[in-house]
């Protein structure tokens, strides 16, 4: 069971960090107001945090238990098999380029373990360093569930709140003082990729899907108005420095209500999100994410072999293979793969917490 409508910011989302990553030089994205907004678009992995919380308590929040052993096997076989690929197309550049492979960054990646060691967060397939982000929140979700939201249920409300408000006081004043050493070094990686340092998203996200499961069906209506709001709000928070950083949950005020009121909507724009284009772009938005580092590396290097060299060529003839071979690999890898991986039964008992 899924929310539909909101399978489709996550394809938002994902093509925002894309032209963060490789268009801000380029136009539109170099100018003016397009400029100031798409250059914080890496608060795009904060709203995949929150919504991953928010589906992870839509999907087993209402379940008596967890059976252990299948929903680790379902959370592998979502996101390793593209996670894998992305590694392995990345890796085939480097040994055919001739180009050094950090072994160690290799294997931290493999393991999905690289944003807990600050040096190594983005290495070898660099925005996989959020995966490993995701991994320890499934980790932690079956005791978090258990322990926090069916023992204190919403009384944990103030506790998150204090917890999220605690982590972007402690996020924002560290990024101002002689703690953070800039962009290239150990402590950017800890405070942006540390994986403690984004548990307040994926449990606001959380919070919000157990009101969410929780609430009157009388309360799902037309709240297209209010989501404008909320965009036209969040594009200004962007275009307008405050001197605050979004990157690690701040802008979780407006993404909480956002989702929330997305998947209780029945307006327009619910209407224009079912779409089966829209929905199909969702689904292929996890490989336009992950992918991105390997396809654009694969195709500068083939378009420098056809002596097109254009930034703009590159770019958006890169971006259409990106979301062309996501499109193939959800289909015809990623899909198949998954059903087989979680269809795979073992002969061991199945416990549940």
Do not use: C
């Not at 910011?9 to 925002?16: D, G, K, N, W």
Request: glycine share 4%; aromatic share 20%; net charge positive.
């Amino acid at each position: 069971m899924r929310i539909e409508q909101v399978t489709f910011t996550r394809f938002l989302a994902a093509i925002s960090i894309v032209i963060y990553h490789y268009a801000l030089k380029l136009f539109p994205f170099s100018e003016g107001a397009l400029h100031e907004i798409f250059k914080q678009a890496d608060t795009g992995v904060s709203y995949f945090f929150i919504l991953s919380g928010f589906v992870m308590m839509f999907a087993y929040g209402k379940k008596a238990a967890i059976n252990v052993p299948e929903y680790f096997q379902s959370r592998f076989a979502r996101i390793y098999p593209v996670y894998f690929l992305a590694i392995l197309l990345v890796l085939i550049h480097y040994i055919l380029n001739s180009q050094e492979i950090d072994i160690y960054g290799l294997l931290l990646n493999i393991f999905v373990i690289q944003a807990w060691v600050p040096a190594k967060a983005i290495s070898f397939n660099s925005p996989g360093w959020s995966l490993t982000i995701e991994f320890f929140f499934y980790v932690l979700f079956p005791f978090i569930l258990k322990y926090v939201f069916n023992k204190i249920n919403k009384k944990a409300l103030l506790p998150i709140l204090l917890f999220w408000l605690l982590s972007q006081l402690v996020f924002n004043l560290l990024l101002k003082s002689s703690f953070y050493q800039g962009e290239t070094s150990d402590s950017h990686n800890f405070l942006y990729y540390f994986p403690l340092m984004h548990l307040n998203e994926f449990l606001l996200g959380n919070l919000a899907g157990l009101y969410f499961i929780n609430m009157d069906k009388k309360m799902y209506r037309n709240y297209d108005w209010i989501l404008i709001l909320l965009v036209v709000v969040i594009v200004i928070l962007l275009k307008f420095p405050t001197g605050l950083n979004y990157h690690n949950g701040l802008l979780a005020i407006f993404f909480v209500p956002l989702i929330f009121l997305l998947s209780s909507n029945t307006g327009f724009i619910t209407t224009l999100f079912n779409k089966k284009i829209m929905i199909f772009l969702g689904e292929i938005s996890y490989g336009v994410y992950i992918l991105q580092y390997p396809v654009f590396t694969w195709s500068r290097s083939a378009l420098k072999f056809l002596h097109i060299t254009n930034p703009y060529s590159i770019f958006y003839i890169s971006t259409f293979l990106l979301i062309i071979f996501s499109g193939i690999s959800y289909h015809y890898f990623e899909t198949p793969l998954r059903s087989k991986i979680k269809n795979f039964r073992f002969n061991k008992a199945k416990p549940a917490l």
